[in-house]
């Protein structure tokens, strides 16, 4: 009786004009989005193909010139672009992907982009977490806004349950049905947007895509349930469907407009940070109790590198770095708490938690910020040791090691192909694993109260 | 009678579950929206003023002309907290520079402190006024006729002599009756919360601005309401209507307007800034071997006391012989001019990436115009002065400051003059190098070669000869530049009057629509079958 029901369900919807202007608009907009994905992918591969040959010659030419120019040369560390952005970019357009190091540091961060126009009105990408966000989300409420009111108003409910069908078998078969319509849908769309991508190149088709595809489709089908178990308590909750409707309209902007909306004033109000002058007021303030504690000629120079100036000089300079890397790492563990702080907020709403997830899936956006800003660290340690060797080596340096100048250590040309380069980390499975699981866990959470809501309501509704 | 009609639709409107469900809407949506801009505009506000003070310190430690390179903040614009357009994405000062152009705003994006918040999702009043108005436009208007049709009173209207234009006249009324106060609750709501924050205020021309604000939200309120009529008309039943309604709403608010700036940037190449500052450095480089040419054939060069330099020809001299002040002075007088020739050539390279830069943007808006929200929306950024045609007006009269700038110190002989190196008192240099020695060291070192010596022996330090006290090496030992007579940047608000014409045009583009979406609405009803 149960999968009777469920067929029956289909069956309408699939008939049913809403569901087929959605399978329509899905299918358009995975094509769409396919094809740009296509085209924008190859120019940020070339245009970051450019920016690596350029960084390294520029790296090379500092290393034939002077393996200390090469060590305190501020380098930009920029992060390459994510071959499954076709499934979600993870804001990456928004979050910082520019590092700045050097051998002594890691200074800071900030976000610079291939092809970015900061002309253009901010906008989305259309990849499948959009229109899993945006279409699909509202297709689900849109598919079961009317499922108990419509049925009440037209008294079929009551129809129904004069046979012996039970109340929950009802409930769940709407439930189910939807789900199984919508998860064909995406499915039917990565399918063809998949086969677009391999067609163009941009993707081979191994297994690491087919695992990022299901899992994403895993988690998809996390979303849809949730949405259309909310559509059915909207239902279950509106007189008619007309009211059923406003609410789940309604409900959809609070999660996709409002709650999004409201991270920066949480992060504002509730997670205060200093302001950055303020940061630069103390590093400044520290910089110039350390100068006054060294004698005078500490910024004298000369061609000489054993002028003993040059040591009082690289002490103090080593100070300064030391003094404002404190401070810094301190604003920066703040900047990283306000941050994390304000996303846990909004993963109330569970379109935004659907975009979290996604950077578990494909490893990308904060998650890859954070292990390549915490791989750099120790990159730089291993970058230090490699120039401190290498140092050691030159009969003609002092080795008084000036993190913002060149005057006391090697002057000597290194072999690039001796220097080590850092490589980007991808965030590992089991970080990507430990985030899923947990994002997974609270749309579980979601659901499993959600559908309890409406089936004790809909087993104590009156039908007529 | 089309009162008649009006004033029922109004009054059932009224009463409607809808009604209140819409309220609830705008008293949930409008004041967190109001609320989270205003924050956004106090951060931004605090970044200005700390920019400016900044910018104002740095000026009053000028000594030497070579150093005077203003930097202008531009104010953020009031009007950014209904229609933020591009402000949060582009920086707000500019460094006026002789050897480049100024390109795009530079600085601090927005307010925030933290880059990580940029991710966060953002959405103004304007955009939040375009997707409730548009979604309430069709709820109230996708049962107008089918509705009616349904229920069985449409029939019952058309038997008395009312004609069908007159029924049709009437309920665009009433739905426009409904809406309208909805439209002023919202207006009305983000004008209460300006007004009761100290720190924004509105001139009158801001206040007009508003209005105008309105009005053109009114105009797309109305280019929804024909939609929704013409959908009403056409569908065959209201659970069409609404179904069609709601997926014609999330095509116009949610894909097209994504979906075109999507395809602009995917289309259009333009090529990484790091690119273009690439290709600039390459003039820069051979800016620095011309100088370096003529640095060859100036003797006196060397001997620096105290020097110290910096971007953009910076460079600042004191205590040194007049030889060395005056090879550096006869240095700048000809590598000036080469310097500003230099940023004519780099202006090639940069006018041809702002182009690029312009063309997808045009590219994305003239696409995305198919969506009537997109025209609203780039409408409001343009009456609120946040949309790009302002940044960049902005930064056109920066590029002429620097122009009158440059021709300030042309007309003023200021790059052949002593003072755009040194703020020491020509009558106050040493003759010569060795009367410097001689001086500094105490009578030690009689002279340069005494000097060399002893450094050579030394390992190249020479400080403990320095003995006697010399303020006039010293740059804190002098005052700022007297800088009355320095052009000054005024234009630091965009003008809205410039844009004028193009708000017409847009705002008429939606009244052209609403008004054929009408005229079809119209023939449609005139040919309806009501039974």
Known sequence: ????????????????????????????????????????????????????????DGMRKLAENNASNLAIQSSNFLMSPRNNSFISDCKERFIPNLFHYSAFNVYWFENRQTINNPLLSRFEEINWSFIAVIVI??????????????????????????????RSQVLLSKWFSVILLLVGTMLTGVIISLIIQIIGKTIVFDTAVIADSLLFLIFSVLLISLMSCLGLFCSEVGSTSNVSLLYALGL???????????????????????????????????????????PPGKWSSSGNPFM????????????????????????????????????????????????????????????????NWNALHGYQQQFYDFFRNFDAKDQDSPHWHNPYEGYSTTRKPVKFEEVPLY?????????????????????????????????????????? | MIWHIAKKEFLLNLISVRFTVALLLCLLLVPVTMVVSLDNYKNQIRAYQVAKESAENEQTGWRVYSAVRPTLVFPPQPLSVFCQGISRQIGHSVKIRLGEQPLLGEGRKSGRDNPLLYSFFSIDFVHILAILISLLSLIFAYDLFSGEKENGTLRMILSNSTSKSKVIAGKITGVFFTLTPILVLCYGISILLILFTPQISFSASEWLSVLVLFLTSFLFMAFFVGLGILVSIKSQSSFNGIVISLFLWLWFLFLWPNMATYFAQSSIKIGMLD???????????????????????????????????????????????????????????????????????????????LDKLENQEKIARYASFLSPSEIFCHISSLICATGPAAHLGLLDQARMYRDILMHYFIDK???????????QPEESFFRTQDEQVNFVTGGICKNQKDLDEWMKAHNGSWSVLWTKDYPEGSFSNYPALE?????????????????????????????????????IAYNACIKYDVR
């Open chain 1, 423 to 464: 490589t980007e980390v991808i965030p590992g499975l089991i970080d990507r694993v430990a985030i899923l699981a947990k994002y997974g866990g609270l749309f579980v959470i979601y659901i499993f109260f959600l559908f309890l809501t409406t089936y004790i309501r809909f087993i104590k509704s009156d039908v007529r």
């Open chain 2, 483 to 519: 800088l009355s007579e320095l052009p000054k940047f005024t234009k630091f608000k965009p003008d809205i009057t410039v844009y004028m014409r193009v708000i017409l045009v847009e705002a008429g583009v939606l009244l052209f629509i609403f008004i054929f979406l009408f005229g």
């Open chain 2, 413 to 423: 002989k200021i790059f052949s003059s002593f003072r755009y190196i040194t703020p």
């Open chain 2, 275 to 353: 690119q273009l500052q690439q290709s600039m450095n390459q003039y820069d480089e051979e800016m620095y071997k011309k100088v370096e040419e003529i640095r060859q054939t100036l003797p006196g060069l060397g001997n620096w006391w105290n020097c110290t330099g910096g971007d953009d020809g910076y460079f600042e001299l004191s205590g040194s012989p007049w030889p060395t002040m005056d090879a550096e002075r006869r240095l700048r007088e000809i590598a000036e001019p080469v310097r500003t020739d230099y940023a004519d050539k780099k202006w090639t390279l940069q006018r041809e990436y």
């Open chain 1, 137 to 166: 989300s509202l297709m689900a409420l849109l598919l079961t806004f009317d499922a108990i009111s419509g049925e009440r108003e037209s008294h079929t409910l009551a129809l129904c349950f004069a046979n012996r069908i039970t």
């Open chain 1, 1 to 56: 009786m149960f999968n009777n029901l469920i067929k029956k369900e289909i069956q309408l919807n699939l008939k049913n004009l809403r569901f087929q202007i959605a399978f329509v608009m899905v299918i358009f907009v995975f094509i769409t989005g396919s094809v740009f994905n296509l085209k924008e992918t190859r120019q940020k591969q070339e245009l970051y193909y450019k920016y690596q040959t350029q960084w390294l």
């Open chain 1, 308 to 371: 003993p100036e040059h040591k009082i000089r690289a002490e103090m300079q080593m100070d300064f770095m030391l003094s404002d890397k404190q401070i810094d790492d301190t604003y920066y563990q703040s900047l990283f708490n306000q941050y994390e702080n304000s996303r846990n907020l909004t993963a109330v709403s569970p379109l935004s938690l659907f975009d979290y997830g996604m950077e578990a899936i494909t490893g990308g956006g904060y998650l890859r910020f954070q292990q």
């Open chain 1, 252 to 294: 959809w902007l609070l999660f996709s407009l409002v709650i999004p909306n409201m991270s920066v004033l949480w992060a504002d109000k509730l997670f205060t940070v200093d302001h950055a002058d303020n940061i630069e007021k103390q590093k400044s303030l520290k910089r110039e109790q350390i100068d006054k504690s060294y």
